[in-house]
C-alpha cells in the first residue's frame, strides 16, 4: 500500500494490485468522531480517486488504531462547537449548518465508484449515518451500532430520519431513534443494514477480498447498477424502468462488455479494465 499524507483528519492508502484505496477516519482519541473537517477531507480524499484509472473501489473505515477503543466512527464530535460563523441561537444559522453537513453526504453517496463501510467497533449517530450513504457495508462481530443522539437531546439529522426508513421501515428506523440503544452487527444484519458479517480475526482478510474483487470487476458495470439503484428507486417504476432500458444501452459500449462475454464463451477468466 503506498500512503499520502495530506490530511488532517483522515489518511489515505492506495492497494495498488487490488485496485482500490482506504480512506481512514484518523481520530482515534475521539474514536473517530465527526467534524465538518472531517466529511470535508473525506469528500475531497474521494475526489482524488475518482479520476484515478487504476482505483476502482473505496474502502472507508476507521483508523487501525485502537488504542482507545476500536471504532469506526463515534458520530458528530461532540466536543466541537460547530462554525464560527454561524449563530448558535439563529435558527437559521442551525439549519444552515446541517446543510453543510448534509451536503457531504450527500457527495458520498454520489460518488461514482463503489464504497466499501469496513466497520469495526463503534458506528454510532452520524457514523451510522456515514454506513448508510456506502454501497456496501462489512462489519465485525464485535461491532456497535446505534443513534444515541435522542439521549443527548438531539435526533439524528446527518440524514438518519430519512435514509433509514428506506432501510428498515418505520417501526424498527423509530425503535433505534426514539430509545438511542446499542445493537450487534448480527442485528444490523438480520435487519437488512449490513451485506456481511465477519468474525473479527478475518475482518481485515475479507475487507481485502471483497474491494479487490470490486477493484477488479467490470467498472461501468457497477457504476451503472449503483445509479440505477439509488436513483431508479426515487422515481416511479416505469421511469426507473426507463432509465434500467438507458443504462443497459450505455454500459454495452464498455470494452468489458465484450471481454466478459467472450471469456464465458472461450471458458476462460475476464479481465476487466474498467473502461
Ligand atoms: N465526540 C467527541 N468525543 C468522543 C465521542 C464523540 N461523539 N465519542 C467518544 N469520544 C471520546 C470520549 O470523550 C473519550 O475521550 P477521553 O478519553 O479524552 O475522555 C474517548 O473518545 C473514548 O470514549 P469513552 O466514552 O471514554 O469510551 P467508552 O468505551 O466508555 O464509550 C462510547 C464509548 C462510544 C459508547 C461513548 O464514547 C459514547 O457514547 N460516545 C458518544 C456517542 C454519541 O453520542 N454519538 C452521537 C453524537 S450526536
Excluded at 3 to 12: A, G, Y
Excluded at 163 to 175: D, F, S, V
Aim: hydrophobic share 40%; charged share 30%; with cysteine.
Amino acid at each position: 500500500m503506498s500512503n499520502e499524507k495530506k490530511f488532517e483528519h483522515v489518511t489515505i492508502e492506495r492497494n495498488e494490485k487490488g485496485q482500490y484505496a482506504v480512506i481512514s477516519i484518523n481520530r482515534p482519541d475521539k474514536l473517530n468522531a465527526l467534524q465538518i473537517k472531517t466529511l470535508k477531507e473525506i469528500t475531497e480524499a474521494l475526489e482524488s480517486v475518482e479520476v484515478d484509472p487504476n482505483i476502482r473501489c473505496v474502502v472507508l473505515r476507521g483508523i487501525k488504531d485502537y488504542s482507545k477503543k476500536p471504532a469506526f466512527s463515534a458520530g458528530a464530535d461532540l466536543s466541537d462547537r460547530g462554525s464560527a460563523d454561524l449563530d448558535s441561537e439563529n435558527l437559521r444559522h442551525q439549519s444552515h449548518a446541517m446543510y453543510r453537513r448534509h451536503k457531504y453526504y450527500d457527495l458520498i453517496e454520489e460518488f461514482h465508484k463503489p464504497i466499501i463501510a469496513a466497520i469495526d467497533g463503534y458506528a454510532l449517530g452520524g457514523g451510522f449515518e456515514l454506513v448508510l450513504v456506502c454501497d456496501i457495508s462489512i462489519a465485525s462481530k464485535r461491532s456497535i451500532f446505534g443513534l444515541p443522539e435522542v439521549q443527548r437531546g438531539i435526533f439524528p439529522a446527518n440524514g438518519g430520519t430519512q435514509r433509514l426508513i428506506r432501510n428498515l421501515g418505520k417501526m424498527r428506523a423509530k425503535r433505534m431513534m426514539f430509545f438511542g440503544e446499542h445493537f450487534s452487527a448480527e442485528t444490523m444484519f438480520e435487519w437488512g443494514v449490513l451485506s456481511f458479517i465477519v468474525e473479527d480475526d478475518e475482518f481485515e482478510d475479507f475487507i481485502h477480498e471483497k474491494a479487490s474483487w470490486l477493484g477488479k470487476s467490470a467498472t461501468n458495470s457497477l457504476f451503472l447498477i449503483k445509479k440505477s439503484i439509488d436513483y431508479g428507486t426515487q422515481i416511479p417504476l416505469n421511469i426507473g424502468l426507463q432509465f434500467e432500458q438507458m443504462g443497459y444501452a450505455i454500459n454495452s459500449q464498455s470494452k468489458d462488455v465484450a471481454d466478459g462475454i467472450s471469456a464465458f464463451l472461450e471458458k476462460r477468466r475476464p479481465e476487466f479494465e474498467g473502461k
